[in-house]
C-alpha cells in the first residue's frame, strides 16, 4: 500500500535550535514527495517538493531511498515557522497521499 | 491572481439534513479536487475533475456524497444524509492540469459540523 507516515504530531523546538520534521513513505519505484504547510489562520500550501531540490525558508528536505524517508530540515528555528507540516506522496494513480501532519510549535 | 474561493465557511447541521459546499477554482485550472480532512488527519482526496469531466472518484461515498463540475469551471459538493461522522474541513483545490506534479492550490475550506 502506498502511504505516508508522519511519527510525530506535535515537535516543539527552541528559537535558534534545529528543526527536523519525521516523514516516512511507502511505495513501490521512484517516488516524488512534497512537504505541505499551514500557518495559523492560513491556507494548506505546498512548501517544496523533492525534484525541485530547492531551498523554501531556511528548510531542505533529503529523499533517502534507502531508508524511505523525506524528512524536512533547517538548521535554525524561527518563530515564524510555527505551523502545521503534512508530508505528502504522488501515488502511482497521480493522487496527493497526505500523511496526519506535525504540528511545530517554536518556543521563544 | 485570486485564489481558490469556497463557501461557506462553516456550517452545522443535524444529522440526516443535507449541505452542499461551492467551490471556485483559479481562473484556468483544468483540474479540480474535493478533500475531506476529519480532525486530526491530513487531507483525503473525494473526487477529482479535470474539466466536466470525473477523473477519481474511488474514495467518494456514492450513496450519500455527491459532486459535479457542470461547466467545467466551478463545483458544488453534497452531502445527503449527513451523518455524525461527516464532521471535517472541506478543502477545494485546483491545478493547471492532471499532471500529479502540478503545484495544487487550496481554498480556506468549510468546516463542518453534524450534531
Known amino acids: 500500500a502506498q502511504r505516508v507516515t508522519q511519527p510525530e504530531k506535535l515537535l516543539s523546538v527552541f528559537k535558534g535550535a534545529p528543526v527536523e520534521l519525521k516523514c516516512n513513505y511507502s511505495?513501490?519505484?521512484?517516488?516524488?514527495l512534497f512537504w505541505y504547510v499551514q500557518y495559523s489562520r492560513q491556507r494548506l500550501q505546498l512548501l517544496l517538493r523533492?525534484?525541485s531540490r530547492e531551498s523554501i525558508k531556511g528548510f531542505t528536505a533529503d529523499l533517502n531511498k534507502g531508508e524511505t524517508s523525506f524528512h524536512l530540515k533547517k538548521p535554525f528555528a524561527q518563530e515564524e515557522d510555527s505551523a502545521m507540516y503534512y508530508c505528502a506522496l504522488l501515488s502511482s494513480a497521480s493522487k496527493i497521499i497526505f500523511g496526519s501532519g506535525t504540528r511545530l510549535s517554536i518556543r521563544p | 491572481e485570486a485564489g481558490v474561493a469556497q463557501s461557506p465557511r462553516y456550517k452545522i447541521i443535524e444529522k440526516r439534513q443535507s449541505v452542499a459546499f461551492w467551490c471556485n477554482p483559479i481562473?484556468?485550472?483544468?483540474?479540480l479536487y474535493w478533500y475531506q480532512q476529519i480532525l486530526g488527519q491530513g487531507p483525503k482526496l473525494l473526487i477529482q475533475?479535470?474539466?466536466?469531466?470525473?477523473?477519481?472518484d474511488s474514495q467518494l461515498p456514492k450513496d450519500r456524497f455527491s459532486a459535479e463540475r457542470l461547466k467545467g469551471v466551478d463545483s458544488t459538493l453534497k452531502i445527503q444524509p449527513a451523518k455524525l461522522e461527516d464532521s471535517a474541513v472541506y478543502l477545494c483545490?485546483?491545478?493547471?492540469?492532471?499532471?500529479?506534479?502540478?503545484?495544487?492550490?487550496f481554498g480556506a475550506g468549510t468546516r463542518l459540523s453534524v450534531l
Open positions: 523533492h525534484i
Open positions: 483545490a485546483s491545478s493547471l492540469d492532471l499532471s500529479g506534479s502540478n503545484i495544487q492550490y
Open positions: 481562473s484556468g485550472h483544468a483540474t
Open positions: 475533475f479535470q474539466n466536466n469531466g470525473v477523473v477519481d
Open positions: 511505495y513501490s519505484g521512484s517516488p516524488e
